[in-house]
Each structure stands twice: as C-alpha cells, then as structure tokens.
C-alpha cells in the first residue's frame, strides 16, 4: 500500500543554518504531495505542495521538488528562524481515492537562537 | 472568515464511557474528516465523509463511528472509550473538487484522555 517515510527527530539547528527534511514515499501511480507543519498547540496548515514530478512548490522560504525518479520530496529551507520551530508532515493523496492524506510520522525542529 | 472548530478542547473521561467529539466548519465544504495523532505514528485516519449521509472507515475505525447530517458538522463517536484512545484528534475538512490536490484545513485539536 501507500506509505510515506521521513527523517526522525528531532532535528535542533541553530538560527540561519540550512535545513533539510527528508521524505520518501510508497505509491502507485501518481500521488499529490505535501508539507504540513503544526505549530504548538495547534492544528495542521498546509506548507507547500506539488502535484506532478518535476514540480517544486514553495512558501514561507522553504521549498520541495516532487521526484519521481526517486521518490521523494525534501523539504528544504536556507536560513531557518526561531518562529520556524514545529513539527513537519510530509503527506501523499492518491489519485486513485479522493483527497485522502497518508502522513509520514513528523519531524520536531527545534531552532536555537 | 470561514473556519473549523472542534470542541471540546480537552477532555477526560474514564474507560467505558460514550463519548462525542465534535467537529464544525464554515467552509460549505463537501469533504471532512477525522485523524488521530500519536507519537510515532503520525496521523491516522479514523472516518471520512464526502457528503451528507455519506460515512466511511479509515485505516483505524474500530471502537469510533460518525454521522453526516448536515454540510457543516461531523461529530465523532466512541462508543466505549478505551486507554488505546487516549489521543489527540483532529478533524479537517476539503473542497470537492475530486482533484486530489485540494487542501485540507484542519482544526485545532482535541485531547482526549481515557482513565
């Protein structure tokens, strides 16, 4: 079946460094792919997407490249802050059933200033 | 400015007891759903709805059940809650597009304790 697998955490950087989040995925076909990130104590919000390979979605700085190839969609930011500190889903919606979300576990990161 | 509500915030109950989550939203949006979050799992669909009367299960449905009466609420039911479902659950809903790049919106949580 479908599946998704990011990096384990929690991922402490200081402030400014280079982050990277790694995500592969599991799925027939060709599934839609995300980034939530949950801020503490609250709910999910959508981070970026992409839809088709080759596909780089991007907000708030950070960016993923949908590759097929091998699959996968990093999640990457150049210079993170304090305010970035959260817990990051990588997800998957397959084409085949309507707008169902399968989630990685989530990353913790934890910025210092 | 449309939104989703889950009440209550938190909640503790002790094992055996019926319990109902609910779930609002103001988005007129066909599809709702509702996930658990747990360390080291992520979050689990427990039960999706695409429309009024319509329910189905998710990969951990056992011990829930929801019903759909109307656009804006999906209410989630433990029937006989168990320790297993203390858990954070939240409820999201997505326009009804049939692309399944739609966004979901979630709400802020319920945590749920089970004595």
């Known amino acids: 079946g479908n599946s998704v697998t990011q990096m384990e955490g929690p991922v402490t950087l200081s402030e400014e460094a280079f982050l990277t989040i790694n995500c592969t995925y599991t799925?027939?076909?060709?599934?839609?792919l995300f980034w939530y990130v949950q801020y503490p104590g609250e709910g999910l919000q959508l981070l970026l997407k992409a839809t088709k390979a080759d596909d780089k979605g991007s907000n708030k700085g950070f960016e993923a490249t949908y590759r097929k190839e091998t699959t996968s969609f990093h999640l990457e930011k150049g210079s993170v802050q304090v305010s970035d500190s959260a817990v990051y889903f990588c997800?998957?919606?397959?084409?085949?059933?309507?707008?169902?979300?399968?989630f990685g576990t989530g990353t913790l990161l934890a910025v210092q200033p | 400015d449309a939104e989703i509500t889950q009440s209550p915030r938190h909640k503790i109950t002790e094992t055996g007891r019926q319990v109902t989550l609910a779930c609002h939203q103001t988005?007129?949006?066909?599809?709702m759903f509702w996930y658990r979050q747990d360390l080291g799992h992520g979050l689990r669909l427990i039960h999706y709805?695409?429309?009024?009367?319509?329910?189905n299960k998710g990969e951990v449905s056992d011990g829930y059940s929801v019903s759909r009466s109307n656009t804006e609420d999906l209410p989630l039911t433990l029937e006989s809650a168990a320790s297993s479902q203390t858990s954070v659950y939240f409820c999201?809903?997505?326009?009804?597009?049939?692309?399944?790049?739609?966004?979901?919106?979630f709400g802020p949580g319920t945590r749920l304790l089970v004595l």
């Open positions: 999201a809903s997505s326009e009804t597009t049939g692309a399944p790049q739609e966004t979901q919106y």
């Open positions: 799925a027939t076909g060709y599934p839609s």
């Open positions: 997800a998957l919606s397959d084409r085949g059933a309507t707008n169902k979300l399968i």
């Open positions: 988005w007129n949006h066909n599809n």
């Open positions: 709805s695409y429309g009024v009367q319509d329910t």
